[in-house]
């Protein structure tokens, strides 16, 4: 029988970054990935499972926001370093943690990455948001017409000062995206190793910085020249064109891979819009319903109206029938047109999955799929750039 707790120390801390990696099969923290791991650690937000005084399983939340349809912003909370020891799987430990962790969040919705498709369902997660791996054929990328504004190149220290103030004024700007802590900022400025050849360029407009770009560039053993853009975020399409063209118009570059929303328009952007290919189509976004009647009032709807019963096994105060629409939402007696558990709930609130999609694929029953399809659906596709 294991015990969570909530860990208060630094040693504490780091023996929960070594059970997180070792559950990753990656070694324990060198010294210097300590420096730049430990302010992650947040007093309050750090969980582990103890089998007596042995620490078994970890996970932890970093605080924060998220931006919903409709473009509210709503406390968020990333959870993250879920593992459990490999000789203690199996065993209910993940199960303990998350139900605690759910017990005691202090966000209306939580979102985490899976490194397994079919771990989070159970404890209400559902796939919100995908993500497109896209590769761009530099060589062949034509960008008509010049740039309107201005893209100067910074060094680390000041990329380290402005990008959380430009991210904070334009990185939110999709249903998905996250506000960044203070310590995932201090991992993306460790330019060590892998980004120590990162470089970042900010641009300006009329009304000063308005997007910016990192990106880092390796030479394979062929001499072909691979840019990875590592993070992205401009507030206007003129800022965005631009960067573009500055990544399309270095000398020395062969192919560019970036990440981008399913409904991301960048291959307009070409002459020839086959130069830009998905490799990839991947999940992305979990997202877990904590307060379902706070988070349905979050967010903005289509026309129409749809009552929808709610079933959640863990977190029983979100069961209810809701009845949804442009006006608003309202708890209320009336027969649902749709029955859905909370984790699908979460798989359509960011518009990225349709209740018709599910009904087609026999994951909830009812009527009326298609007008709540209308309901739901979110004219921008969601993403979240933000790693953790
Ligand atoms: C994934 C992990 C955290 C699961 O921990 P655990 O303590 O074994 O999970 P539990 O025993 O509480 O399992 C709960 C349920 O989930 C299922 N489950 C757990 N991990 C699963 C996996 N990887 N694939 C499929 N099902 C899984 C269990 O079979 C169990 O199902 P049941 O309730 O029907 O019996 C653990 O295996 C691990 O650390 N894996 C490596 C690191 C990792 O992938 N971490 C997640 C990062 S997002």
Redesign the pocket.
């Known amino acids: 029988m294991t015990e969570i707790r909530v860990l208060t120390d630094d040693a504490q801390y780091r023996a929960h970054s070594t059970l ?1 990696r070792r ?2 099969h990656w070694g324990p923290p060198t010294d210097d990935q300590w420096k730049v791991t430990q302010p992650s650690y947040e007093p309050g937000r750090v969980l582990a499972a103890f089998d007596g005084d042995l620490m078994v ?1 970890s996970t932890q939340t970093f605080g924060g926001t998220m931006v919903v349809p409709g473009g509210a912003v709503v406390p968020h909370s990333a959870v993250s370093r ?5 000789d ?9 943690l ?1 139900r605690e962790q759910l017990s005691t969040l202090p966000d209306p919705v939580a979102t ?5 498709g ?3 369902g ?1 404890f209400g997660y559902g796939l919100a948001g995908r993500v497109r791996f896209l590769r761009v054929d530099a060589r062949k990328a034509v960008i008509p017409g010049s740039p309107v504004g201005r893209v100067r190149m910074v060094d680390s220290d000041t990329a380290e000062k402005v990008l959380p103030e430009l991210h904070t004024a334009f990185g939110l700007g999709r249903p998905g995206q996250i506000s960044r802590w203070h310590g995932w900022w201090v991992r993306a400025f460790d330019r060590k190793g892998d980004f120590e050849n990162l470089v970042t360029v900010v641009h300006s407009g009329p009304d000063g910085d308005d997007g910016y770009v990192s990106y880092k560039v390796t030479e394979d053993k062929e001499f072909n020249h691979h840019m990875e853009v590592e993070d992205f975020a401009c507030a206007n399409a003129d800022a965005w064109r631009d960067l573009w063209i500055y990544l399309t118009r270095l000398d020395l570059v062969d192919t560019i891979s970036v990440d981008a929303a399913l409904d991301d328009p960048v291959n307009w952007l070409f002459e020839d819009p086959r130069v830009v290919v998905t490799k990839d189509v991947f999940d992305q976004i979990w997202l877990r319903l904590v307060d379902v009647p706070r988070m349905l009032a979050a967010r903005t709807y289509g026309p129409g109206s749809v009552v929808i019963e709610v079933h959640d096994k863990l977190l029983p105060a979100n069961d209810g029938r809701y009845r949804v629409s442009s006006d608003g939402v309202e708890r209320v007696d009336a027969p649902a047109d749709i029955t859905i558990p909370v984790d699908l709930l979460g798989a359509v609130y960011l518009g990225d999955t349709k209740f018709s999609h599910l009904a087609a694929a026999r994951r909830i029953e009812g009527s009326r799929f298609d007008e709540a399809d209308a309901v739901f659906a979110s004219p921008v596709a969601p993403l979240c750039s933000t790693f953790f």
Not at 88 to 96: F, H, I, K, P
Not at 112 to 116: W, Y
């Open positions: 997180f559950a990753m399983g879920v593992g459990v020891r490999a203690y799987t199996r065993r209910g430990v993940l199960s303990g998350m985490l990455r899976a490194s397994e079919r771990i989070y159970r």
